[in-house]
Nanobody, 115 residues
Framework: QVQLVESGGGLVRSGGSLRLSCAASGSISSINVMGWYRQAPDKQRERVATITSGGRTNVADAVKGRFTISRDNAKNRVYLQMNSLTPEDTAVYYC?????????WGQGTQVTVSS
């Protein structure tokens, strides 16, 4: 089992920034992909950004140019730097990792952007 703990969410004004962090622990052997998803009220969960162990990133069009994903393989951590936040970014943000073809999820962290 892999456990994920997110941190860094909160309330911020439109135009502000937040940095999310996710720490993976447990039976970690070879995490391939790490990433972030989000789910706004009454909407489906959507992919925000992912990053492979080799550093290749894939960022959703909705946040491209504003959000940056990075990871520290030695510490089994993934980060999401979010700039120029808008109320449309308000959601619960979930950390996810894929190891040996299995998806693991964190409990989520709330990000609220006020106008």
């Amino acid at each position: 089992q892999v456990q994920l703990v997110e941190s860094g969410g909160g309330l911020v004004r439109s135009g502000g920034s937040l940095r999310l962090s996710c720490a993976a622990s447990g039976s970690i052997s070879s995490i391939n992909v790490m990433g972030w998803y989000r789910q706004a009220p009454d909407k489906q969960r959507e992919r925000v950004a992912t990053i492979t162990s080799g550093g290749r990133t894939n960022v959703a069009d909705a946040v491209k140019g504003r959000f940056t994903i990075s990871r520290d393989n030695a510490k089994n951590r993934v980060y999401l730097q979010m700039n120029s936040l808008t109320p449309e970014d308000t959601a619960v943000y979930y950390c996810t990792v894929i190891q040996f073809g299995r998806n693991y999820w964190g409990q989520g962290t709330q990000v609220t952007v006020s106008s």
